[in-house]
């Protein structure tokens, strides 16, 4: 399973794999998630959540509390220890680490050509855009006019650069193109990142395919589910998947020509690993999937820790941190908005 990276790991890469399995253990706990979603206020999160490691990052906050300060810390506590690592990271571990951002500079583009497109002012939409997505040209996004411009004047220098080749035409930024852009890219994007995984080769290959083919099969589901009722053709359809993963290439077949989610629970329910994830939804309804597929991810990224001489470790700790911080924002908007009771709705324990 290992082959010889056991002999030669720790020379580069062993101080920092202590490093995140150490930030790993600061992951809040079932109990942590108990006591959150009996607090009162936000003032009260704030109180429980001095006790972990985002203490410090709140302790100075005065009141009143507002949900995005909370998300806002504890995201910043996330991008000083990926920025630690980064600066102490060799090749190809370095490499490997920037790659984890490339999802959220995808992101970030997106938000910011939208925003601009419905005349939002370009501070604000930077304001909202997550920090490790950001790069020097970001604020100029908002000049471009089309894709082709987008590509010319900004994109060009950004690692996102690669990326761009499926997805330039001349047609203007509108909703529907914003969104095919946005998957077109994350489609290149997570077909690099897993050839780049199994070239790295040994137990980072292993586990990473497996993490980066489900969240490859999730994109494609959602992409079937957001896409059933609007004019994208088929074959349109099939151009967004991913040429990875356990659907490819039959699963992806039949995901094309679902016109409802009874029949994309048809398709799915024939993939063992995804019966169970289907099984807790009720006929025609789509709303659990998202928790439902989350719930799987942290399973599987909680495995990745259970192996050493491997930088899957840094991707599942980044993940399972980023679902964390959804974790607060759910419980923090709960608490804010006084709906105690929809609390446990969308938390996804960790452990």
Request: charge should be negative; charged fraction near 25%.
């Amino acid at each position: 399973m290992y082959g010889f990276e056991a002999m030669t790991f720790n020379i580069h890469g062993g101080y920092l794999e202590a490093i995140v399995r150490g930030h790993r253990s600061g992951l809040l706990t079932a109990t942590d998630y108990n006591n959150l979603c009996q607090c009162e206020s936000l003032e009260d999160i704030k109180m429980h959540l001095s006790a972990t490691e985002y203490g410090p990052y709140l302790q100075n906050e005065p009141s009143p509390l507002h949900t995005t300060t909370i998300v806002e810390k504890c995201t910043l506590k996330l991008v000083d220890e990926y920025k630690h690592m980064l600066c102490q990271a060799t090749e190809p571990l370095s490499t490997f680490l920037e790659y984890i951002t490339y999802g959220h500079m995808i992101d970030n583009v997106v938000l910011i050509v939208t925003g601009t497109l419905h005349e939002r002012d370009v501070q604000e939409l930077l304001e909202k855009c997550h920090p490790l997505g950001m790069f020097d040209s970001i604020a100029s996004l908002a000049v471009a006019q089309n894709m082709r411009e987008l590509y010319r004047l900004v994109l060009v220098d950004t690692p996102l650069a690669p990326y761009f080749s499926e997805c330039i035409t001349s047609e203007d930024l509108d909703d529907m193109n914003i969104e095919i852009m946005r998957n077109t890219l994350y489609k290149a994007y997570l077909e690099d990142f897993y050839r780049f995984c199994k070239k790295l080769g040994g137990a980072t290959a292993e586990i990473m395919s497996d993490l980066l083919a489900f969240e490859a099969d999730r994109r494609a589901v959602n992409i079937t589910i957001n896409s059933i009722g609007t004019e994208l053709t088929r074959d349109d359809r099939r151009k967004l998947y991913s040429n990875f993963g356990l659907l490819y290439p039959y699963g992806h077949e039949e995901l094309s020509v679902c016109e409802d989610v009874d029949q994309v629970r048809g398709a799915m329910e024939k993939y063992p690993p995804y019966q169970s994830i289907f099984a807790k939804m009720s006929y025609g309804e789509s709303q659990m999937l998202d928790k439902a597929f989350y719930e799987e991810e942290v399973k599987r990224l909680c495995l990745a820790f259970e192996q050493q001489f491997h930088y899957a470790v840094f991707f599942a700790y980044m993940r399972l941190r980023e679902q964390e911080i959804r974790n607060l924002m759910w419980i923090s908007e709960c608490v804010a908005q006084n709906q105690k009771s929809r609390v446990h709705d969308s938390v996804v324990f960790i452990f």
